[in-house]
């Protein structure tokens, strides 16, 4: 009996000390452990889980289990522990408490020698912190998703290969999809990029952003031409930036259609171009008609003060007609020069409407006139392969043509006979028939360094180097409004002091 | 006409600076003076007069012209004198006979 007393303390004693130890273990433990029986009446608890309530472990055993933590008379629904029960293995779930905190718990039955249930463990931990952070990320990821989609400019994520990995709803509208899953993530920096092939630089252009990006460590902002998915150009303002997304370094575009912008600029750029091209243009007309209708007077005023001088001297007499003639031939002078002045105002200033017109009629109409208004001198005009009719597409400045060439051809002739001979044919270019008029004459000729110069007045040509008359210049620009040509050539080739051959086609008209 | 009204010849004709040159160069009688316009094609006045001036037996130049800044340019040269336009006959004659007495 005294050795069963012994035998009974020495087990006594062991079993205190596992069950210190068992205690000491889970006591430790920074879970919330409870054992509770089939009906939710706390058995055991540690103190994690006492702590839970601000309550002491002894205040807690024989208490339900809802009603300390869920301050309720009811089993919770979706309790893990009661689950654990009903299907008799380990179950786990997420419980939230009224007051807020949100615990992880899982429920083990708990089975006696016959493997009967007789409670459940429940180890529970605290997962509030852990939830408020996946709450605060999710509205963190959704505010800026949010932000992103929301945004009136576009936002492209790439990856450092150049690739689009990601894109808000305006970058679709950028590009006039809507399908950005299959018509624009995937895509390759060069493919939105609309260079042309003869700028196509040599170092990719992801390449030079991303090292750029990378040597200065901030953002870069630069414009470029964009593809549009449904074809067409548009151009984009981009601020282009480094950023981290995770662990992983992306390139972060946010671009602003500025095409009408760009457009604007353009219209403004060619508007401020012609409108400096007119005021030089006015500018260089000026001075040429200044300085032209101050020879023109100048020639007056001498010729007028000889006659003068003859009269009162009574010397020199016979030379007055002359002196006379040379009045009248720089009052014509000067006629042609106004009316030409104001023709060229005409065509520089306004789109002249063109229409079927008959030239041979013309033509002779200004041949009459031409020998009419020079009597003085002796003139032959020639019409060599004269058709009955022709017609082109012209205007009432068509006759300026036909006068400014005739009268240089009188004008600049020094022989007693002025010889002028228009020669007719037909030539086929590119599947357009043209009309070819040739005015030959005998002429002073023309410089060959003056050969091109000679319609150009009124261009780029530098003032000093220019010599009397816009009459050229005109023609030049009638006949390119008529969509023709004009040329000037020797005579006789490699002789320009034998005369010269003005050269002018037109598209015929049926 | 104006110049042979006063009784002086004319030698020679140019159009342009070029012309002027080759003309001068071509003739055995060489005129007294040369009477220079400015605005002209191929070469112009101030450029001619340049390549003259330099010339081991340099001509007499007369140059007129109507434009102030060319004034400034050729009288820079040296060796020439300056008529502007608008001018009188008789100026132009008293010009002539001044530069010729000058020789």
Not at chain 1, 52 to 57: G, L
Not at chain 1, 130 to 141: A, G, P
Not at chain 1, 186 to 212: C, M, Q, T, V
Request: hydrophobic share 40%.
């Amino acid at each position: 009996m005294k050795d069963d007393n012994a035998q009974k303390n020495g087990f006594g004693s062991i079993l205190k000390k596992y069950e210190k130890e068992k205690a000491l273990v889970l006591e430790s433990i920074s879970e919330l452990i409870v054992f509770q029986d089939i009906k939710q009446n706390i058995l055991w608890l540690n103190k994690t889980a006492a702590d839970s309530v601000e309550k002491t472990q002894e205040e807690l055993i024989g208490e339900k289990c809802y009603s300390v933590w869920h301050n309720s008379n009811k089993i919770c629904v979706n309790c893990p522990v009661v689950a654990s029960l009903k299907i008799g293995e380990p179950t786990s779930g997420e419980i939230s408490t009224p007051e807020g905190r949100t615990f992880f718990i899982r429920g083990f039955p708990v089975r006696d020698n016959d493997g009967k249930i007789i409670g459940t463990v429940e180890v529970a931990r605290n997962i509030t912190k852990l939830k408020q952070t996946e709450k605060n990320l999710i509205e963190s990821e959704e505010r800026y998703r949010n932000l992103f989609e929301s945004s009136p400019y576009s936002i492209g994520i790439f990856d450092l290969d150049g690739t689009l990995i990601d894109c808000n709803k305006a970058t679709g509208k950028l590009l006039s999809t809507h399908n950005l899953e299959n018509h624009i993530i995937g895509k390759h920096f060069r493919e939105f990029w609309a260079y042309h092939e003869k700028d196509k630089p040599n170092i990719s252009l992801f390449e030079g952003i991303l090292n750029k990006l990378k040597k200065d460590r901030e953002t870069l902002e630069f414009e470029f031409p964009i593809n549009r998915s449904t074809g067409g150009v548009l151009w984009a303002h981009a601020i282009a930036s480094l950023i981290k997304l995770g662990s992983e370094e992306r390139i972060r575009f946010i671009v602003q259609d500025i095409t009408e912008r760009k457009h604007a600029e353009q219209v403004l750029e060619t508007s401020e171009i012609k409108y400096r091209e007119a005021y030089n243009r006015i500018d260089f007309y000026k001075d040429i008609f200044s300085h032209d209708i101050n020879n023109i007077f100048q020639n007056i005023h001498s010729s007028v003060e000889l006659f003068d001088l003859n009269t009162e001297q009574s010397i020199n007499m016979e030379k007055n007609d002359e002196l006379l003639d040379i009045i009248r031939e720089q009052i014509k002078r000067g006629t042609n020069l106004v009316s030409n002045v104001r023709r060229l105002s005409e065509i520089e200033n306004k789109d002249l409407t063109l229409q079927k017109c008959e030239i041979i009629k013309v033509l002779k109409k200004v041949i009459d006139a031409l020998i009419k208004v020079s009597k003085k001198r002796e003139i032959n005009v020639q019409i060599q392969n004269e058709p009955k009719e022709v017609y082109i597409k012209a205007n009432e400045l068509l006759p300026d043509i036909f006068e400014n060439l005739l009268i240089n051809a009188v004008r600049h002739n020094q022989n007693s006979l002025v010889e002028i001979l228009i020669k007719f044919s037909r030539v086929v270019k590119d599947g357009v028939n043209f009309i070819k008029l040739e005015f030959i004459d005998n002429g002073i000729g023309i410089f060959p360094e003056m050969k091109e110069k000679i319609f150009q007045r009124g261009q780029v040509e530098k003032k000093d180097k220019v010599g009397l008359g816009l009459g050229l210049t005109l023609v030049k620009k009638i006949i390119e409004n008529y969509n023709g040509q004009i040329w000037v050539e020797d005579k006789v080739a490699g002789d320009y002091t034998r005369g010269s051959n003005f050269i002018i086609k037109f598209p015929e008209e049926v | 006409m104006m110049i042979s009204t006063f009784g002086f010849t004319v030698v020679g004709k140019a159009n342009n600076g070029k012309e002027a040159i080759e003309k001068y160069n071509a003739l055995t009688n060489k005129p007294d003076v040369i009477l220079m316009d400015h605005r002209m094609p191929v070469q112009n006045g101030i450029d001619t007069s340049i390549i003259l001036l330099k010339l081991k037996k340099p001509p007499k130049i007369i140059f007129i012209s109507a434009d102030k800044s060319v004034k400034t340019r050729a009288l820079a040269l040296k060796g020439l004198t300056f008529i502007e336009k608008p001018f009188s006959v008789t100026a132009l004659h008293d010009e002539i006979i001044k530069v010729l007495g000058k020789s």
